[in-house]
């Protein structure tokens, strides 16, 4: 049966040459920023892998399809949507064929990036596991999607408001490599470093691009996180971003918020209580992460040419 995938040209046209491509999710679009900054942000992001050197393709669901890039309209129409679903693996498939407009999550989004031949997707954060996992049993399918997708996602590390120490052991026993950018330490989201070592560490594209082919030839399943750290001078350090964390943590707890519903509200609150900075950081990591992808994706492209 043919897949429900629809191609903007640019995008078409680059894989059908084996130019370099970056996937870029949706739910950044729909539930992490209003609009029009939503929408500005994500053709910021869009330029930023242009820059680089590669051609982007965000991803979203609409009208029964699986949109393989947005052009100016489709995006301005996501961004506008108040309701759209927030898609994983487990409500794929169900939206596609009732035909409401989804936004892809990391896992989500890998699928179809994988779906459509694209082997580098560039994001803010990956999901992980919740605090409290352990009773609450709340841990990211961003997680196992990683464990058996195999598309490099470049990310700034895990949203800190997870446990970031389980995040990381769950990480290792699903056989995920997380490599670190230059850097010793797993970045912590807003901040650069979370106090941990990362497994792996890479200080080039090429090196990330050749560990990507290498999987692929050796036939492991799933993917690699790249952790690039959130560039210096847009940095909020852990311990002063923390208290911030942990009072949207508390107050979240206090109202029953759970399951999807529980980062948004976070990183709302996170964006209050830090007077809009936390924003502000996150924009500049999703463009150094763009940025990065973008790099990776021209490499990937190369070797395999080569």
């Not at 990683?146 to 700034?156: D, S």
């Not at 949203?159 to 230059?182: H, M, N, Q, R, W």
């Not at 809009?276 to 950081?281: A, N, T």
Request: a negative charge; charged letters at 15%; proline letters at 7%.
């Amino acid at each position: 049966m043919t897949l429900p995938l629809h191609f903007i040209p640019e995008v078409r046209a680059a894989l059908d040459a084996g130019r370099p491509v970056v996937a870029l999710e949706s739910t950044i679009i729909t539930h992490g920023m209003p609009y029009p900054t939503n929408v500005d942000t994500a053709r910021a992001v869009e330029a930023a892998v242009r820059a680089g050197g590669a051609v982007p393709a965000t991803i979203a669901i609409m009208g029964g399809a699986i949109r393989v890039g947005l052009d100016d309209a489709a995006l301005d129409t996501l961004g506008r949507t108040p309701h759209a679903r927030k898609l994983s693996r487990a409500d794929l498939a169900h939206c596609l064929v009732t035909g409401e407009v989804g936004a892809t999550t990391v896992a989500a989004t890998m699928i179809c990036a994988h779906l459509a031949g694209i082997g580098v997707f560039a994001t803010g954060g990956i999901g992980g596991v919740h605090r409290g996992a352990e009773t609450s049993f709340d841990i990211s399918a961003d997680l196992y999607e990683l464990g058996a997708t195999p598309v490099t996602v470049v990310a700034a590390g895990a949203k800190a408001i997870l446990d970031l120490p389980k995040t990381l052991e769950v990480l290792e026993s699903l056989g995920v490599p997380v490599i670190a950018f230059g850097q010793d330490d797993f970045p912590a989201f807003w901040s650069r470093s979370s106090g941990m070592k990362a497994p792996m560490r890479a200080d080039d594209p090429a090196t990330i691009a050749a560990a990507h082919l290498m999987r692929g030839r050796l036939g492991l399943p799933g993917g690699q996180l790249v952790a690039n750290p959130i560039p210096p001078e847009h940095e909020v350090p852990l311990q002063e971003i923390g208290p911030a964390i942990e009072t949207a943590l508390a107050e979240a707890a206090a109202q029953g918020i759970a399951a999807k519903a529980v980062t948004p509200f976070l990183l709302d609150r996170i964006v209050a209580l830090t007077g809009g900075r936390s924003l502000e950081s996150n924009t500049a990591l999703v463009l150094a992460n763009a940025r990065l992808g973008a790099a990776i994706a021209v490499e990937l492209s190369r070797l395999s040419r080569g």
